[in-house]
């Protein structure tokens, strides 16, 4: 299956927010507050200098799948690193192509851009399929573990109590 690639625009803001509420759902059975996602979506798209998210689209232009990215500067590599954050695609279309096509777009946009050192993301230790779909594309674990310390708990984020 052909699948277009295209930038998200603000008229994309609902189709994102409930990918990443599914994705959550899915992936880490954790539910998101929409009002949030919805925030954090439009102050994305607000600001390229965050990051921006990719559209798969099917034949119709329907949004099939999604990939956000951030920026990390590299200091031990004098350059930046590309994070793939927000990796979703819609169930029907699974082991389609998909992800590979938003990849290959996210990797050739990073060589163009010159400075780019690399791709990065993080994935859920028990989600083996996700692990070997990024295996196939060329990625390799690289040997850290994340670690965080969050400011907003996962309550306040499914907007379940708290202030």
Same mark, same amino acid.
């Given at each position: 299956?052909?699948?277009?690639?295209?930038?998200?625009?603000?008229t994309?803001?609902?189709?994102?927010?409930?990918?990443?509420?599914?994705?959550?759902?899915? *992936?880490e059975? #954790?539910? $998101?507050?929409?009002?949030? &996602?919805?925030? =954090?979506?439009?102050?994305? !798209?607000?600001?390229?200098?965050?990051?921006?998210?990719?559209?798969?689209?099917s034949?119709?232009?329907?949004?099939?799948?999604?990939?956000?990215?951030?920026?990390?500067?590299?200091?031990?590599?004098?350059?930046?690193?590309?994070?793939?954050?927000s990796?979703?695609?819609?169930?029907?279309?699974?082991?389609?192509?998909?992800?590979? *096509?938003?990849? #290959?777009? $996210?990797?050739?946009?990073? &060589?163009?851009? =010159?400075?780019?050192?690399? !791709?990065?993301?993080?994935?859920?230790?028990?989600?083996?399929?996700?692990?070997?779909?990024?295996?196939?594309?060329?990625?390799?674990?690289?040997?850290?573990?994340?670690?965080?310390?969050?400011?907003?708990?996962?309550?306040?984020?499914?907007?379940?109590?708290?202030?």
């Amino acid at each position: 299956m052909p699948f277009q690639v295209r930038p998200a625009a603000i008229t994309d803001v609902q189709t994102l927010v409930d990918f990443n509420c599914a994705m959550a759902l899915e *992936t880490e059975d #954790k539910r $998101l507050d929409p009002r949030i &996602v919805a925030l =954090g979506v439009e102050g994305l !798209l607000g600001n390229a200098s965050r990051g921006r998210y990719l559209l798969a689209c099917s034949e119709n232009g329907g949004v099939v799948g999604q990939l956000m990215h951030t920026f990390e500067w590299s200091d031990w590599r004098n350059g930046d690193v590309w994070w793939i954050q927000s990796v979703y695609v819609e169930p029907a279309y699974r082991r389609k192509g998909v992800f590979q *096509t938003l990849y #290959k777009e $996210l990797r050739a946009m990073a &060589v163009e851009a =010159g400075g780019v050192v690399g !791709l990065r993301l993080y994935v859920e230790h028990n989600n083996v399929n996700a692990q070997a779909t990024y295996r196939a594309m060329g990625m390799r674990d690289a040997g850290y573990l994340v670690m965080e310390e969050l400011f907003m708990s996962d309550a306040a984020l499914s907007g379940a109590g708290g202030t």
